[in-house]
């Protein structure tokens, strides 16, 4: 089993950046693809986007292009999404995933196993 916490969230400024961090214990993820997907309230989760096993590839929903980027430490089992230029659509509870690499990456939730719970990601005008 793996289990997956999400950090890093919080409120943050119009423009703004934010790490988000998701370790994983139970298991190593280094054989995961990893996600990150968000929920806004009144929406459906949203895939935000993924990083291969070995991290050499990642892809990613364009309305975050250019400010979002996913990294992964996979001797620390941990993932991150690093977000600039924070704008008011990205508010949401953000979550990571882990999954099967493939190609292309995973984009669609039910491709995915192990959840975490989330964490808050607020943007203030």
């Known amino acids: 089993q793996v289990q997956l916490v999400e950090s890093g969230g919080g409120l943050v400024q119009a423009g703004g950046s934010l790490r988000l961090s998701c370790a994983a214990s139970?298991?190593?993820?280094?054989?995961?693809?990893m996600g990150w997907f968000r929920q806004a309230p009144g929406k459906e989760r949203e895939f935000v986007g993924a990083i291969s096993a070995s991290g050499a590839r990642t892809t990613y929903v364009d309305s975050v292009k250019g400010r979002f980027t996913i990294s992964r430490a996979n001797a620390e089992n941990t993932v991150y999404l690093q977000m600039i230029s924070l704008k008011a659509e990205d508010p949401a509870v953000y979550y990571c995933?882990?999954?099967?690499?493939?190609?292309?990456?995973?984009?669609?939730?039910?491709?995915?196993?192990?959840w975490g719970r989330g964490t808050q990601v607020t943007v203030s005008s």
């Open positions: 139970g298991r190593t993820v280094s054989t995961y693809a």
């Open positions: 995933a882990a999954g099967p690499t493939t190609t292309p990456l995973p984009i669609y939730s039910n491709r995915y196993g192990y």
